[in-house]
């Protein structure tokens, strides 16, 4: 299984070149190995051409490297951290995409002014306190602002997005839609002030987009 996640892993980070999400090395995609007190990470500073399944690092949760001939991430303490006290979360992506970053910039949630907000986020994207890399400040961020939030991306201020998800593609997936839609709510505020959208729909959408679209094993 550990093999078949670092290949998993190791894959996604190509989703982050594909989808302008990162520059030269920067960013991150993390899993977490089902049934054990594992995850596996990129490793510091080397190129997405260069990655390999092998490249990858695994570390303990307490982000100690366990595997690897690598040094893990400079945000493996803060992705350990989010796998600690979010136990439903089984995948974690950081990344500095441009419009995301620039909201982050500015310490400004993106207002829910779209439907796709709605069914993937359900409501705006919040914003994170500043956080210095290398420890787990940036973690401890990350839990406490998507608390009882049903956003699955939140904005570090200053720094950039970090996603989470069930699994480490829904967290790229959580990565590429927060940059999606930044771009879009401000170009939208280039021309004037978006128009929200009612909680009640909002939570209709969410309902909607989670549990009915897209196909069912079940039926």
């Given at each position: 299984?550990?093999?078949?996640?670092?290949?998993?892993?190791?894959?996604?980070?190509?989703?982050?070149?594909?989808?302008?999400?990162?520059?030269?090395?920067?960013?991150?995609?993390?899993?977490?190995?089902?049934?054990?007190?594992?995850?596996?990470?990129?490793?510091?500073?080397?190129?997405?051409?260069?990655?390999?399944?092998?490249?990858?690092?695994?570390?303990?949760?307490?982000?100690?490297?366990?595997?690897?001939?690598?040094?893990?991430?400079?945000?493996?303490?803060?992705?350990?951290?989010?796998?600690?006290?979010?136990?439903?979360?089984?995948?974690?992506?950081?990344?500095?995409?441009?419009?995301?970053s620039?909201w982050?910039?500015?310490?400004?949630?993106?207002?829910?002014v779209?439907?796709?907000?709605?069914?993937?986020?359900?409501?705006?994207?919040?914003?994170?306190?500043?956080?210095?890399?290398g420890?787990?400040?940036?973690?401890?961020?990350?839990?406490?602002?998507?608390?009882?939030?049903?956003?699955?991306?939140?904005?570090?201020?200053?720094?950039?997005?970090?996603?989470?998800?069930?699994?480490?593609?829904?967290?790229?997936?959580?990565?590429?839609?927060?940059?999606?839609?930044?771009?879009?709510?401000?170009?939208?505020?280039?021309?004037?002030?978006?128009?929200?959208?009612?909680?009640?729909d909002?939570d209709?959408?969410?309902?909607?987009?989670?549990?009915?679209?897209?196909?069912?094993?079940?039926?």
């Amino acid at each position: 299984m550990i093999e078949e996640l670092r290949e998993t892993v190791c894959g996604l980070h190509a989703e982050l070149v594909r989808n302008n999400l990162v520059a030269w090395t920067a960013g991150n995609v993390s899993g977490r190995l089902p049934g054990a007190d594992l995850f596996v990470i990129k490793p510091s500073g080397v190129s997405y051409d260069d990655l390999t399944p092998g490249s990858m690092v695994v570390c303990d949760l307490d982000g100690a490297p366990v595997e690897g001939a690598l040094a893990p991430s400079s945000d493996t303490a803060a992705h350990a951290y989010v796998y600690r006290h979010m136990p439903q979360v089984n995948g974690v992506v950081h990344t500095h995409s441009t419009y995301a970053s620039a909201w982050a910039a500015r310490g400004e949630p993106i207002p829910c002014v779209l439907t796709a907000m709605a069914d993937e986020f359900g409501g705006a994207i919040p914003v994170g306190p500043f956080a210095l890399i290398g420890g787990d400040d940036i973690g401890r961020g990350v839990v406490e602002t998507l608390s009882g939030h049903r956003s699955r991306a939140v904005l570090m201020r200053n720094h950039g997005v970090f996603a989470v998800g069930e699994s480490p593609k829904a967290a790229v997936k959580a990565a590429v839609m927060c940059e999606d839609v930044a771009r879009t709510v401000h170009l939208s505020r280039q021309l004037g002030e978006p128009l929200p959208i009612a909680p009640a729909d909002v939570d209709r959408l969410y309902d909607r987009y989670q549990n009915v679209y897209g196909q069912r094993s079940d039926r």
